[in-house]
């Protein structure tokens, strides 16, 4: 991704001049090209690799939070056996500091190393771990199980997944059900302390994450 554009590379080609760029995994909106060229819109960002990566015993699962543009953001959360598509951001030191700032870190997120990581890396090199902005809310829940982004695939699969409009509408029925599902979405972009609120809500079902082998780099 360079100002904003994005190149495909072949299938067999591998990704050059990754030294010194750190592996930052997305599992929601950062594994679009769209959402990269918001974030990062200047010339002086220069360019950004993304390589696709198959990544098991884990899912891209809903976060137990509303994000300040309306939506239930998405989390890593343990799933064995699950493999998940997802793609790693190659950064560089000046892109992670501005990425942390984007994500918002210590009110959403803490910044994580994942270590012993078993995966498949398109175009890549081989990795034994990775970084990743994981929820410090925890999982969203539905009967006691964390609730998969049904936009992101997955194999073998653990939990039920739901496009965000299916998991909005069910906040919607549960938290404020004489609005529309447009009017509860307006509510929690435009109004904070409704946000806060419903988030407050979203807390009491959440799942928060486990895992034996990681390190939380900033907080």
Not at 20 to 42: C, H, I, T, Y
Not at 147 to 171: C, F, G, M, T
């Amino acid at each position: 991704m360079e100002k904003g554009n994005h190149t495909v590379v072949d299938h067999d080609e591998m990704l050059e001049n990754l030294e010194g760029r750190v592996p930052v995994l997305a599992v929601g909106s950062n594994m679009s090209p769209q959402q990269l060229a918001r974030k990062f819109p200047g010339p002086e960002d220069n360019i950004i690799p993304v390589t696709k990566i198959n990544l098991r015993h884990f899912d891209s699962v809903y976060s137990s939070h509303f994000s300040g543009y309306g939506s239930i953001p998405a989390t890593l959360f343990p799933s064995p056996d699950t493999e998940v598509s997802l793609f790693i951001t190659w950064l560089d030191s000046r892109q992670e500091e501005y990425m942390h700032e984007t994500e918002v870190l210590g009110d959403h997120y803490h910044f994580c190393r994942i270590n012993k990581i078993e995966a498949k890396l398109d175009n890549g090199p081989e990795l034994d771990h990775m970084y990743a902005y994981l929820s410090c809310k925890g999982a969203m829940s539905i009967k006691e199980e964390p609730v998969a982004l049904s936009a992101v695939s997955a194999q073998n699969r653990r939990w039920k997944a739901l496009h965000q409009h299916e998991i909005q509408d069910h906040a919607r029925i549960n938290m404020a059900p004489d609005l529309s599902l447009a009017g509860f979405m307006d509510a929690n972009i435009y109004n904070s302390d409704q946000r806060n609120k419903h988030t407050n809500i979203l807390r009491d079902t959440v799942i928060p994450f486990s895992h034996d082998d990681i390190d939380i780099i900033t907080t």
